[in-house]
């Protein structure tokens, strides 16, 4: 049975009487109040006071009336008559002799009203109430807590998941009006106990649902100031005798001084912390972040250290360790982390001592060695010790080693060593990239929920409210139960915010969803941090973003058209998609924009490996092979075949002659479309690397380290964005070309960031390269366009698959437009007619919103979310035959080039 303690803690709200108190037991409190009869009475008040107990034993009326709320007939309930009687003596004197979990007789049914009376509109009421079903026995029980709702003549129970577990209509108004806190009676074939009025505030806000939710143990962040304490070595406990007090002063001192002008001092342990976690009375003690770190820290990383420590010194929410740091990527979360665990390593409020032992960070395999780096960047090699897990270095030698105190290890190895890390005491986990545990049922999150460890903390660049399921699997995992059971939440929470941004919603649900969803940020606002982009901009050198549109050559669109034309394009569009043959057209359109030898080795596979299940693939390669040259061989492949290449080759090459020692991050979404962009960096005898889903784990640092060093002879880094985009440092690279497209636009953003970030010492360029006219226009379009952000926006595992498309948009993802020079242009309403330079008002002081299901609360500027297409419109855009181009680099490439658009970010620091 659940208890019922957990509603008291809630600041704020009305549970006044929490405790479960058997059926017919006097209420404590009110035990202490004097009951007067009053004649008026109707409903029962057994429980109010022992004298009314006792009514309820000499009640011999006990209801056998079981009212779901389906049936009907059990509508009758009848409040109990003859009450203002029989408050007397000799009841009160039967008390005494009687234990509290003697017979008990329930209250009547109250009763449904005979004749028409009037709808009190205005009337609804809510209040916590203990329930349990009627029953003759002996030993009753209270079954749990539920909210009960009156509203004019009708009432409905639920219980603290939300769900309803009794309703009746057409009761008598008065007899509901008059229910009040104390009060015992029968509603529903249930008795119930009045245990509080709730308030409107704290049941629209779904706070009277949350129980066992630990109450905010902060005011308000201004708390986190640096606040000396004005005597460090003042304890809630006095040390034992004089001689110890020396001592302690000698002992307990600061590790670094909190009284220097730049020191950065730890928010103090207010009583209620002390007095859970200071068993031992020891004075208390400044914690101060390292100054070598403090020097480094940026203010939002100072922020942040600060939230991480509160949150996980449970100095945020009684009871509760967890929090989500989900700053933009590039914000350096992993610095803010180390900060912290270097503080907690060492220090503590409590007599300085340490708060934690080990620390076990769990990453993406490709960032286990950057993390190394950066501790060593920030603490170097001997203040910290760090273990990091690969095929020569086992879990079993950090456990022999004790010096070790942070364990590195990657989401895969962690599965297999599980057993192992499950016998270590860590004191604190940090799971970076930490988005990937937003389902619960996967085996990483069982193992990583498995572990004991209190202290939580999820790392993510992306915004975790997307979808409130997922939201709820991130929240639950770094504070458990503070949102209740998956199904409590949904009922409560997501049920009423979904329902609220339905277009069907009444003015009532929209109320309620809006209060929920604000209930919801909140409570889980207080251990999640997110920070955009902006904060950091001033460090950062300027950014010129390109969107390039390229023409397509005669082959590609002689290709195009055929593709277009073939049976199985033609199914698609006859909505006949059983074994989604639009997914296999659209990868060959995607293919053949990269590069026509792409389609063509597809063609040739087929044939090889015919059988007869593939017919739509033949079907749509059918008559294709004419169209190439009869001596074709893809590995000579020519770069004149493509458009897209050959605006890039021009475009290495004005780098390469124009800034000769900056370097190329090359994207591509495409194992195969990289090995084309590898043969021509050989071809024109460019230095290159190459990062992609082959490359072993334990060399990924190793290349990523090669390029960024300023020794590096590289020219170009070849990476494939989604084996390894995520967490990388590319920052030895100041021109980034995204090759081709993906359909999930974070797949895009997360490339992009890898080289505009802290430690960046040129202006960046970016170019996305689009064949003009085609699929890849479309995708575009689709990212940038609402439709495009339905969903979870920044989903690195959504991909087309995931992606639901109607006949009408099939139509348009398989035409072809020859004749204009930008399709996406052509969309935007512009009122240039894309023959001269047309400049918008900067896209900056526009506001992105991100489409969330938690609404309008969460809709702060996201820097690094995709465009919409009104910002675009504001972007600088002009055709590739513009007399006035300006941009150097630009001017190189127009020539194959129908149109660009250009945006730069942090002009003003532009060198
Ligand atoms: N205060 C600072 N001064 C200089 N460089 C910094 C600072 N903070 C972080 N950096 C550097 O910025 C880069 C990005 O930091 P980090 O990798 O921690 O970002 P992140 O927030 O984890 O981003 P992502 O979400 O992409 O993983 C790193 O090279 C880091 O060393
Ligand atoms: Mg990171």
Known sequence: MRRSAAPSQLQGNSFKKPKFIPPGRSNPRLNEEIIKPKPDIKLFEGAANKNTFLESQNDPRICSLNLLPTE???????????????????????????????????????????????????????????????????????????????????????????????????????????????????IGGKEIEVMGVISPDDFSSGRCFQCGVGSPAIQSSSQASRKCFSNPFKSVCKPSSKEDRENDFQNYKPRHDPYTPNSLVMPRPDKNHQWMFNKNCFPLVEVVIDPHLVYHLRPHQKEGVIFLYECVMGMRMNGKYGAILADEMGLGKTLQCISLIWTLQCQGPYGGKPVIKKTLIVTPGSLVNNWRKEFQKWLGNE??????????????????????????????????SLDQIKNIKFDLLICDEGHRLKNSAIKTTTALISLSCEKRIILTGTPVQNDLQEFFALIDFVNPGILGSLSSYRKIYEEPIILSREPSASEEEKELGERRATELTCLTGLFILRRTQEVINKYLPPKIENVVFCRPTALQIELYRKLLNSQAVRFCLQGLLENSP?????????????????????????????????????????????????????????????????????????????RPTERVVLVSNYTQTLNILQEVCK????????????????????????????????????????????????????????????????????????????????????YRLLTTGTIEEKIYQRQISKQGLSGAVVDLNKTSEHIQFSVEELKN?????????????????????????????????????RHCQLGPHHQKSDSLKPLSMSQLKQWKHFPGDYLNLTDPFLERIRENVSFFFQNITNQATAK
Not at 386 to 408: G, N, P, R
């Open 383 to 416: 203040r910290i010790k760090i273990f990091t897990v690969d095929q020569d270095h086992k879990v079993e030698e950090f456990i022999k080693a004790t010096f070790y105190s942070v364990l590195i290890i990657s989401y895969e190895m962690l599965l297999r």
């Open 72 to 186: 009907e007939s059990t509508r009758e309930i009848n409040h109990r008559d003859n009450c203002s009687g029989k408050y007397s003596f000799e009841a009160s004197a039967l008390a005494t002799l009687d234990p509290p979990h003697t017979v008990h007789s329930a209250p009547k049914e109250l009763a449904v009203s005979k004749g028409q009376e009037e709808e009190p509109d205005s009337l609804v009421k809510y209040f916590s109430v203990v329930w349990c079903k009627a029953s003759k026995k002996k030993h009753k029980k209270w079954e749990g807590d539920a909210v009960l709702i009156i509203k004019g003549r009708s009432f409905t129970l639920k219980n603290l998941e939300g769900k309803d577990i009794g309703r009746g209509i057409g009761y008598k108004f008065k007899e509901l009006e008059k229910i009040e806190e104390g009060q015992t009676l029968m």
């Open 582 to 658: 639009h997914l296999i057209c659209i990868g060959a359109l995607k293919k053949l924009c990269n590069h026509p030898c792409l389609l063509f080795s597809s063609i040739k596979e087929r044939e090889c490996n015919s059988t007869c299940d593939d017919n739509e693939e033949r079907s749509l390669y059918e008559g294709l092979l004419n169209v190439f040259p009869a001596d074709y061989s893809p590995p000579q492949f020519t770069e004149k075949e493509s458009g897209k290449l050959q605006v890039l080759l021009k475009l290495l090459a004005v780098i390469h002659e124009l």
């Open 813 to 849: 993802l398989f035409t072809l437009h020859e004749s204009s020079c930008c399709v996406t242009h052509d969309l935007l309403d512009c009122e240039c007619t894309g023959e001269k330079d047309h400049t918008g008002d900067s896209c900056e002081k526009f506001t992105l919103s």
């Open 683 to 766: 071809r024109h005898g460019y230095a290159y690397r190459r990062l992609d889903g082959q490359t072993p784990i334990s060399q990924r640092q190793q290349i990523v380290d090669g390029f960024n060093s300023k020794y590096s002879s590289d020219f170009i880094f070849l990476l494939s964005s989604k084996a390894g985009g995520v967490g990388l440092n590319l920052i030895g690279g100041s021109h980034l070309i995204l090759y081709d497209i993906d359909w999930n636009p974070a797949t895009d953003i997360q490339a992009m960031s890898r080289v505009w970030r802290d430690g960046q010492k040129h202006p960046v360029h970016i």
